[in-house]
């Protein structure tokens, strides 16, 4: 075990996210009611992702810049853990979605065709299948210099194609996915005092253990291509 | 598709049949508050047991995997 103090940090956030997001009060909300609970899981998984795909980003540019064969390890260690955490985020806010936008109690009730047509959603999906992009496109290119540098290259796209997809054109058309106004989970107005003192602790706990796979990976990578590394 | 495939998706298939009518019992109940029986009866617990042995178990798959990483990497230097 390297560096231990912050998996040691992830580990009790973790603990304290499950044990205070089911039994500390929350705000009874007419349609989410105890639902609002999937803040503390679904909605870290989606800031997991985003942290891992920045730290990914910027290791891409290190590699265009310098060439350093170890920055394109940790580029495509934490894009793959961070897609890990999109796929995560997605299924479960399929299923949060499904038990309160498709709910015959909702008074504006929508069905699942209506859920399907939902922009976050495909917006969401767009990105992951974008970064899905980025391992088919790796795994396609025999000569390893060619692909640190075609993914590295792609990687940046993929990013920059991440803030449409799912940050601004599904707050441009009409969704039943809170956030139309601004950051719904990082609003200091809109989220109760209650919900905060696990919610932010939440996303940082989560935000580490992502980091640490991704870490277990690049050092599992590191191990595996020695022989590049110190060619 | 291989048989093995289709069997595995008919599966899933009738999984998620059972959840959605299981729902659609609860919400068509006299009241949706769901939540509340469960905190009065004080079986949230459970949940919150279950979660925590599943957090555990990852966590320490990552631990174990992270040291058996530290041991190669020792090794190999």
Redesign the interface.
């Known amino acids: 075990?390297?560096k231990k103090w912050w998996?040691i940090a992830c580990?009790i956030l973790?603990?304290y996210t499950?044990?205070g997001g089911?039994?500390f009060d929350v705000p009874a909300l007419r349609q989410l009611?105890?639902t609002i609970r999937n803040l503390y899981f679904h909605v870290c998984m989606w800031m997991a992702m985003m942290t891992l795909f920045i730290v990914s980003v910027i290791y891409s540019i290190r590699y265009l810049r310098n060439g350093n064969y170890l920055f394109d390890i940790y580029a495509v260690s934490y894009a793959r853990v961070g897609i890990l955490f999109g796929i995560l985020g997605y299924i479960t806010g399929a299923i949060w979605a499904?038990?309160t936008w498709a709910?015959?109690?909702n008074p504006g009730y929508a069905s699942f065709g209506s859920i399907l047509r939902e922009p976050k959603l495909i917006g969401a999906a767009m990105a992951l299948l974008i970064y899905f992009a980025y391992f088919v496109l790796r795994s396609s290119v025999p000569d390893i210099d060619k692909r640190a540098r075609t993914g590295a290259v792609y990687n940046i796209f993929a990013f920059a194609m991440l803030f449409p997809s799912i940050w601004i054109v599904p707050r441009l058309l009409p969704s039943l996915h809170p956030g139309q106004q601004g950051n719904p989970g990082l609003d200091f107005r809109d989220l109760d005092n209650r919900m905060r003192m696990v919610y932010y602790p939440a996303i940082i706990g989560w935000t580490l253990l992502g980091i640490?796979?991704a870490s277990?990976q690049v050092?599992?990578t590191?191990?595996k291509d020695?022989t590049l590394l110190h060619a | 598709m291989p048989k093995s495939i289709s069997r595995l998706l008919i599966f899933f298939l009738l999984l998620f049949t059972s959840i959605?009518s299981l729902?659609?019992d609860f919400?068509?109940g006299e009241k949706?508050?769901?939540?509340d029986s469960m905190r009065s009866n004080g079986k949230?617990?459970v949940?919150?047991a279950v979660?925590?042995v599943i957090?555990a178990g990852l966590?320490f798959y990552?631990?174990s995997?992270?040291?058996k990483?530290?041991r190669?990497?020792k090794e190999?230097s």
């Open positions: 075990m390297q998996k580990v973790l603990v499950v044990v089911f039994l009611q105890e499904s038990y709910d015959p109690n640490w796979i277990l050092r599992l590191k191990i020695k | 959605t729902a659609q919400n068509n949706a508050e769901m939540a949230i617990y949940v919150v979660l925590l957090l966590i990552l631990v995997l992270d040291r990483i530290s190669l990497e190999k």
